[in-house]
């Protein structure tokens, strides 16, 4: 009985194939953390504009601006300094890689109820990613300021 060892060539192909599946599986990871990490920061997101939501549905005046022509702005960096009790945990929640902006987009009022007066507030929440800025938004309805009160009935 002979006992034959592996030559350098059978050595070298397996080292090859190994290497061929390793890189394969390496892409796959790589692409799985960049896909994370987008989905983190989109959540981060919308948590942040439903934050904004709440309170613009809960009347906070200091979110509201008052014309439709000059839209509140908070800076990346800034949000964490103006809404201290906005949750931040982990590594999306640092909140200076966001920036917010609330748009008056006007009175609202639907076909059903034409004599309640709302005002639609656009909130938009944008972030960096290497490829450029990525935003999302949703539309909220609150305080009516034209007239001074909330949910005002129009007679």
Do not use: K
């Not at 989905?39 to 613009?56: E, H």
């Not at 601006?65 to 999306?92: I, K, V």
């Not at 200076?96 to 009175?107: L, S, V």
């Amino acid at each position: 009985m002979s006992t034959r060892g592996l030559t350098i060539i059978e050595v070298l192909i397996a080292i090859i194939c190994l290497a061929v599946a390793l890189t394969a599986l390496n892409a796959s990871m790589v692409g799985s953390i960049v896909q994370n990490s987008s989905t983190g920061q989109l959540s981060q997101a919308i948590q942040i504009v439903n934050y904004l939501g709440r309170r613009i549905s809960g009347r906070d005046l200091s979110l509201l601006p008052s014309t439709t022509t000059t839209p509140l702005n908070w800076a990346y960096g800034s949000l964490r300094t103006n809404f201290p009790d906005l949750p931040q945990a982990g590594n999306f929640g640092n909140l200076d890689g966001y920036r917010a902006t609330i748009t008056n987009r006007g009175n609202w009022s639907h076909s059903a109820a034409p004599n309640i007066v709302l005002t639609q507030y656009r909130i938009q929440v944008c972030w960096r990613t290497t490829e450029a800025e990525r935003c999302t938004d949703a539309d909220t309805l609150g305080f009516n300021q034209s007239n001074g009160a909330a949910d005002v009935i129009v007679n």
